[in-house]
C-alpha cells in the first residue's frame, strides 16, 4: 500500500477495499447473532455456550469441506462462484478470480472456500450437520448461482 508521503492519505482502493471487508464482517456478525437468538429461543442454552457450539459446527464442517476433492477439483465452476461470493467484489473486479487463483496460495483459497460453505449452512441451518440437510444446502447454493 502507498501512502502518500506529504498528505498521509491511504489509497481510494484501500479504504473501499476496508469498507467491503467491514460490510462483509458485519454480515457474518449479523447471521451469527441470528443464529444465536433461535438456539437461545429453542436451548435456553447460554449465548456463550451457544456461541462455542456455533464455533464448533463451523470448524469441524470447514476441516472436512477443505479436504473434498470432490467440492474443489469436480466442480470448478461451483467453488469459484463460491469464492466470487465470499472474497469482496472489489478485489474481484479489479484482478478477477483467475488472478486471485493464480497469486493466492491454495491452502488459503480452500480454507476460504470451506468456512464460506460452512459458516453460512451453520448460519442458515442450524449445528445439527446431518448429511441430507448439507446436500439441500449445496443444491440450493448452485441454483442460486445458476440464476
Given amino acids: 500500500m502507498c501512502v502518500d508521503e506529504i498528505t ?3 489509497p481510494e482502493f484501500y479504504k473501499s477495499y476496508v469498507k467491503e471487508v467491514q460490510s ?3 454480515r457474518n456478525a449479523k447471521n451469527e447473532f ?9 436451548t435456553g442454552k447460554p449465548f456463550s455456550v451457544l456461541s ?3 464455533s464448533v459446527a463451523i470448524n469441524k464442517l470447514a476441516d472436512e469441506l477443505s479436504s473434498s476433492k470432490e467440492l474443489w477439483n469436480d466442480d470448478v465452476t461451483f467453488r469459484n462462484n463460491v469464492l466470487k461470493d465470499a472474497l469482496p467484489k472489489l478485489l474481484l473486479n479489479e484482478i478477477g478470480i483467475d488472478g486471485i487463483l493464480k497469486n493466492v496460495p ?3 483459497l480452500r480454507a476460504i472456500f470451506a468456512t464460506r460453505l460452512a459458516s453460512e ?21 448452485k441454483r442460486k448461482f445458476e440464476n
Avoid: C, Q
Wanted: proline content about 2%.
Fill in 8 to 10: 498521509h492519505e491511504k
Fill in 24 to 26: 462483509i464482517v458485519v
Fill in 34 to 42: 441470528g443464529m444465536l437468538w433461535k438456539l437461545k429461543e429453542e
Fill in 52 to 54: 462455542d457450539d456455533l
Fill in 106 to 108: 491454495t491452502a488459503y
Fill in 121 to 141: 449452512f451453520v448460519y442458515t441451518r442450524g449445528i445439527d450437520a446431518n448429511p441430507a440437510k448439507f446436500l439441500e444446502y449445496i443444491s440450493t447454493l
